[in-house]
């Protein structure tokens, strides 16, 4: 399974975002699948999941904010990011699990910068 991100970019505060996350290779064995960010000095954490089936989570700070979708026929996941704050810039990361082992497949990330 490889995992491609896309989407990031600069905007300024209160501007929005679109990231997707295309899923390629042995797709079938994919099941839930999530967005992670990173900033230097810090540990990756959680934005959003959501389960083969629809099921969504959010991270507070995301809550209201941030919507997580998937569609499952185009193997695409999606972040639509709206209401951007400074303090959302970072590196973010596409992930899924393997429905058949303890595994999960990251993307390589990709660079959101919130700044005036």
């Known amino acids: 399974v490889q995992l491609q991100a896309s989407g990031g970019g600069s905007v300024q505060p209160g501007g929005s975002l679109r990231l997707s996350c295309t899923a390629s290779?042995?797709?079938?064995?994919?099941?839930?699948m999530g967005w992670y960010r990173q900033v230097p000095g810090k540990e990756r954490e959680l934005v959003a999941q959501i389960t083969i089936s629809g099921k969504t989570n959010y991270a507070d700070s995301v809550k209201g904010r941030f919507t997580i979708s998937r569609d499952n026929s185009q193997n695409t996941l999606w972040l639509q990011m709206s209401s951007l704050k400074p303090e959302d810039t970072a590196v973010y990361y596409c992930?899924?699990?393997?429905?058949?082992?303890?595994?999960?497949?990251w993307g390589q990330g990709t660079l959101v910068t919130v700044s005036s």
């Open positions: 290779g042995s797709i079938y064995r994919i099941t839930d």
């Open positions: 992930n899924g699990g393997d429905r058949y082992r303890p595994r999960t497949y």
